[in-house]
């Protein structure tokens, strides 16, 4: 694959970071400021608070925000929910699963992982049993939208399991958060990870944590298990001390507060359609042009699609072909074979679509021919 720079006003089909509202770039205009000023401590402050609201959080609920991305949240997350006494259970379906497993493994978390297969749904039948069978397991961990396939998995259902076992459910939300049904409350979540840059429409650089205040002072109660990604430390700073425990990325979250203003106005619900219409004309057209998807569409989440690739069209010359015109997908993992991702995150209208469908056809006739 080329390295083929991207027009000034690329159009991004790739899963994060997406193309943004042109006020949630201007925030980033905001003056040099001293992080540990009042004005950053509001600035916290209200962040926090948008990001539990985002998440459906009541007054006993709070963000906790780190500068990195989704995958920050989720290292400082995993590695700090589980107490030396307890365990958590991976449910594993994707790339995005495994990499939960990873980090537990890298922190020594006790952990066990109950693996399905990628594109495989869930069993919840099985998920029961382990936890029925394993008493030693205090919390659940599973990936909301499984964007290395596109698939969509059952929140709610595994929230019931798990609040019935009275065991703790921990959801990497990072590719749904902002565009598909999630309610910390309703879907009993005790920990929600999101980021900045994907369905929130921000930019990159910032993730977050929306946990009961409760079980963050919980956290206290055992020696952590990292220094930077410490959760506990994180909490203290921002909810008691009203200060960053370290340097944030000023800009970056006056960028994703002004993006958590214009999701909560446009309400996830209605984002949510928004996304399901343009996936819904990707797809069509898409499988008009011979991109079959993997999964069938009941499965998918609003804003991901995975393809199978025509046998005369490979990946880099289609990715190249496509960003000389303006378009920038993205590649799946090696294990998925032959495939494209083709997202439809933040702020894309029905005229990107066609026309990043227009210079499709275009690029797989002209490579099919040429094969």
């Keep these: 694959m080329n390295h083929t720079p991207a027009p000034v006003s690329a159009t991004l089909l790739n899963p994060g970071p997406v193309n943004v509202d042109p006020a949630v770039r201007e925030a980033l205009a905001y003056p040099d400021v001293c992080h540990r000023e009042p004005e950053v401590a509001e600035l916290m402050d209200n962040a926090r608070a948008k990001a539990a609201a985002i998440c459906g959080g009541g007054e006993q609920h709070t963000g906790v925000l780190l500068t990195g991305s989704g995958t920050a949240a989720l290292e400082a997350t995993f590695a700090s929910i589980v107490p030396p006494q307890g365990k958590i259970l991976i449910?594993?379906?994707?790339?995005?699963?495994?990499?939960?497993?990873?980090?537990?493994?890298?922190?020594s978390v006790p952990a066990t992982r109950l693996e399905f297969g990628w594109s495989e749904r869930f069993d919840l039948r099985e998920i029961d049993r382990r936890l029925a069978g394993d008493r030693a397991i205090t919390h659940v961990g599973m990936v909301h939208h499984e964007t290395s396939t596109g698939m969509l998995?059952?929140?709610?259902?595994?929230?019931?399991?798990?609040?019935?076992?009275?065991r703790s459910l921990a959801v990497d939300a990072i590719s749904s958060l902002g565009s598909e049904e999630l309610d910390v409350c309703k879907h009993q979540i005790d920990w929600c990870v999101g980021t900045a840059n994907k369905c929130l429409e921000g930019l990159p650089g910032v993730s977050?944590?929306?946990?009961?205040?409760?079980?963050?002072?919980e956290l206290g109660r055992w020696r952590p298990r990292g220094f930077y990604l410490d959760l506990h430390r994180h909490f203290v700073a921002q909810d008691v001390d009203r200060a960053p425990?370290?340097?944030p990325a000023v800009q970056i979250l006056y960028a994703?507060?002004?993006?958590l203003d214009l999701a909560?106005?446009?309400?996830?619900?209605?984002?949510?359609?928004?996304?399901?219409?343009?996936?819904?004309?990707?797809?069509?057209?898409?499988?008009?042009?011979?991109?079959?998807?993997i999964l069938a569409r009941a499965e998918m989440a609003n804003s991901v699609t995975v393809c199978e690739l025509p046998a005369e069209v490979s990946y880099p010359d289609l990715h190249d072909a496509l960003k000389q015109r303006g378009f920038v997908i993205y590649a799946t993992q090696r294990r998925l074979g032959p495939t494209v991702r083709i997202a439809n995150m933040g702020q894309l209208g029905a005229d990107d679509v066609s026309g990043f469908l227009a210079a499709l056809t275009e690029v797989a006739g002209r490579l099919r021919a040429a094969a």
């Design 153 to 166: 998995n059952p929140l709610s259902e595994v929230g019931t399991l798990v609040a019935r076992h009275g």
């Design 256 to 259: 994703f507060d002004r993006a």
């Design 208 to 217: 977050f944590v929306c946990a009961p205040r409760l079980r963050l002072r």
């Design 264 to 293: 909560l106005e446009e309400t996830v619900e209605r984002r949510g359609e928004r996304y399901a219409a343009r996936a819904t004309e990707l797809r069509e057209g898409l499988e008009r042009l011979g991109f079959r998807p």
């Design 91 to 107: 449910l594993d379906n994707g790339h995005y699963g495994e990499r939960l497993h990873e980090i537990v493994s890298a922190h």
């Design 245 to 247: 425990a370290f340097t």
